[in-house]
């Protein structure tokens, strides 16, 4: 069956620019996550969303980072204003609830650089 | 907040070596733990996960993890390893952030590589 999607695969921007990634999870997982896997630092936690909304947002470095996701399936990750320290690795993950238990499905990533 | 310690960044074995992987976590309650792999050129996935029951846990591919309660830990170990489980290892833990949601802290993750 089909996966977690991520779009796209790699992007290069210049500093300033801004750039979305999109990620497709897994069809009736409610719980959608984004990490940013940065060489050296694990998988940092950037927000997840239960539905179409985001209780918890407190991992997004700054407010040129935004997400949303709609009709309970697709979500866009967009950073404003890209800086080099940007640069990283995206990674999506859905799950089927958001149980404490819960396995985590995750997609390819996007890999960031920033010029 | 939660937090993990992966204390083995780096991990160098010879086929065959035992293998045991640090990782705690810094408070109870709780808890549900993970162990994710990252085999090179492929997404994370999961390789064993402790929610409740047996404090020993077994995964895929001969891997086990013992959750240490006392002691806030669960590593990872497999008694005997191949050159196909060099890869990156994350251990991850369950952050309650409301009743009935939650987000996962990651550690920092642990290299293996394996020599043939």
């Known amino acids: 069956g089909a996966g977690v999607s991520q779009s796209p695969s790699n992007k290069v921007t210049e500093k300033g620019k801004d750039v979305e990634l999109r990620c497709d999870p897994i069809?009736?997982?409610?719980?959608l996550y984004w990490y940013r896997q940065s060489l050296g630092q694990g998988l940092e936690f950037l927000i997840y969303?239960?539905?179409?909304?985001?209780?918890?947002k407190s991992g997004l470095p700054s407010d040129r980072f935004s997400a949303e996701r709609t009709g309970g399936s697709v979500s866009t990750l967009t950073i404003q204003r890209t800086q080099q320290e940007d640069s990283a690795v995206y990674l999506c993950?859905?799950?089927?609830?958001?149980?404490?238990?819960?396995?985590?499905?995750f997609g390819p990533g996007t890999r960031l650089l920033v010029l | 907040a939660q937090s993990v310690s992966q204390h083995n960044h780096h991990v160098i074995l010879s086929e065959a070596a035992s293998l045991e992987l640090g990782c705690n976590y810094s408070y109870g309650g709780t808890v549900n733990l993970f162990w994710y792999v990252q085999y090179p050129g492929q997404h994370l996935q999961l390789l064993l996960k402790y929610f409740s029951g047996d404090p020993l846990v077994k995964g895929i591919k001969g891997f086990e993890a013992e959750f240490i309660k006392s002691k806030f830990s669960f590593n990872l170990r497999k008694p005997s390893v191949q050159w196909s489980d060099t890869a990156e290892y994350f251990c991850?833990?369950?952050?309650?952030?409301?009743?009935?949601?939650?987000?996962?802290?990651f550690g920092t993750g642990t290299r293996l590589k394996v020599l043939a």
């Open positions: 991850a833990v369950n952050d309650k952030v409301t009743s009935g949601t939650y987000k996962y802290i």
């Open positions: 969303f239960q539905g179409n909304s985001a209780p918890d």
């Open positions: 069809s009736g997982h409610t719980a």
């Open positions: 993950a859905s799950s089927p609830g958001q149980g404490g238990g819960e396995t985590q499905y």
